[in-house]
């Protein structure tokens, strides 16, 4: 704690630039009060058109996430693994060969059998190939809705994530008003102390706020950082990439139409369409399984001369063509894969069922929010003029020289506290607004 030869110092060198050119209190005040919110001003006047230069657009952040983030590439390969299963399940079962070797040969009138060749090639019954066909392509479309949902949460969350760092960033430039202002304030504070209408306690409070003040802007910046990480990682970059957020959000002057009916075509409900297709495919495909297949083979045996005889077919090697017949006579299979459909596809309708109520939850909840961030916005602003002129009554009371810094202090409290509402009401607004869009957008 600072002592009162300290003060006395501090208060010296800080108000000999302005005890020259003061003449009254009046003059000081204003000249104090001027130079600090002219100072504030030009200082914001130039932070704004350095965003201006360098701000990074929220739409080219979000182009940059979704051609560089893994999770994207990730559902898209599993989508090209799925539509190269097509050309997998576009072929015929193997051609089977065989040879064999009559250890004891067996005569017959034209000699006795050597060896013998077949060969033969099974074949599905018609349209069961098409079919594979029709529930790989089946299962790939629901896959793509993956792709998706996963581009809308990434575009929900680069946002919410933007957001959140323009509202920390926000923060931080009010309380370093505010820190200027109590520093104005404890010049004040000062001067009075030297003409004895205050004491060094005042002096020590506006002081100890300060502190306050400059703990709270550090965990800030703190939070920023962390923010920042998650930010970079989203878009698959270096941690330590600076994001450089807008200057200034305001609320729009009217909420934009939301259609509600929108929702049913969302992408996670789209998607148990597409699962139910599948299994409707999935069901043909089991019945045309379930069909008999038929084979066509050519077997080659080998014959041998009859030694000392001479006739026609003497020797003569056997050709034989085959026609062959796979039937599912004891196979319950079939019937248990349809019955696995039948409730798969019950299934199916009661998870969209609850996709549908969750995301209809979620859609009503974020408007609903949205509604209130716009009333506490207003309620804040209200509150912020009426401090305001609770602050310029505390002001004009230092001209007759009864100002209570304890008072200064309560009302510089509670602006700063109406000013952090006021960024978290827009942070929410547009928060709620992403939610709302990955929700409706089409």
Excluded at 102 to 119: D, H, I, M, N, W
Excluded at 154 to 160: F, G, T, W
Excluded at 252 to 277: G, R, V, W
Aim: with cysteine; hydrophobic share 35%; proline share 2%.
């Amino acid at each position: 704690m600072k002592t009162k030869s300290n003060i006395s110092s501090i208060k010296k060198h800080r108000f000999s630039f302005f005890a020259n050119q003061l003449v009254n209190k009046r003059t000081l005040y204003f000249t104090l009060y001027t130079f600090n919110f002219k100072s504030v001003l030009l200082c914001g006047l130039f932070l704004f058109s350095i965003n201006i230069i360098d701000g990074q657009s929220l739409n080219d952040l979000v182009n940059k996430a979704l051609d560089n983030n893994p999770e994207i590439k990730k559902f898209e390969l599993q989508y090209r693994i799925a539509s190269e299963k097509v050309n997998e399940v576009n072929t015929l079962p193997n051609t089977e060969f065989g040879v064999g070797y009559f250890v004891s040969e067996p005569e017959t009138r034209t000699g006795a059998q050597r060896f013998k060749v077949s060969a033969k090639q099974m074949l599905p019954w018609f349209g069961n190939i098409t079919a594979r066909e029709n529930y790989a392509s089946a299962l790939a479309d629901a896959k793509y809705e993956d792709i998706v949902i996963a581009k809308r949460k990434l575009i929900a969350s680069v946002s919410q994530s933007y957001y959140t760092l323009y509202a920390n960033t926000a923060k931080q430039d009010v309380l370093t008003e505010n820190i200027k202002l109590l520093e104005t304030y404890e010049i004040l504070a000062l001067t009075s102390v030297e003409v004895g209408k205050a004491s060094a306690v005042d002096v020590l409070r506006l002081q100890m706020r300060q502190n306050e003040m400059q703990q709270l802007f550090g965990v800030l910046s703190q939070q920023f950082l962390a923010e920042q990480t998650n930010f970079n990682m989203l878009l698959n970059r270096d941690k330590a990439i600076n994001v450089n957020v807008i200057n200034e959000l305001n609320l729009p002057s009217e909420d934009f139409e939301i259609t509600t009916e929108n929702l049913a075509l969302h992408p996670e409900l789209l998607k148990y369409d597409k699962l139910y297709y599948s299994v409707e495919q999935s069901e043909l495909l089991n019945q045309k399984e379930s069909s008999p297949m038929i084979g066509f083979g050519l077997d080659y045996i080998n014959v041998e001369n009859r030694p000392n005889m001479n006739f026609s077919d003497n020797g003569k090697d056997i050709i034989m063509p085959t026609v062959s017949v796979s039937i599912s006579i004891f196979n319950k299979t079939y019937k248990s894969q349809t019955k696995q459909n039948e409730l798969q596809q019950k299934e199916v309708l009661a998870q969209k069922q609850y996709r549908l109520n969750t995301l209809e939850t979620l859609l009503d909840k974020a408007i609903n929010d949205r509604i209130s961030s716009r009333i506490s916005h207003k309620t804040q602003a209200k509150n912020l003029r009426q401090a305001k002129n609770a602050e310029d009554i505390l002001i004009k009371s230092y001209e007759t020289g009864t100002i209570d810094f304890n008072d200064v202090l309560d009302i510089q409290e509670l602006q700063l506290k109406f000013q952090m509402n006021q960024i978290e009401s827009v942070k929410t607004y547009y928060v709620q607004t992403t939610i709302i869009n990955y929700l409706t957008q089409q």
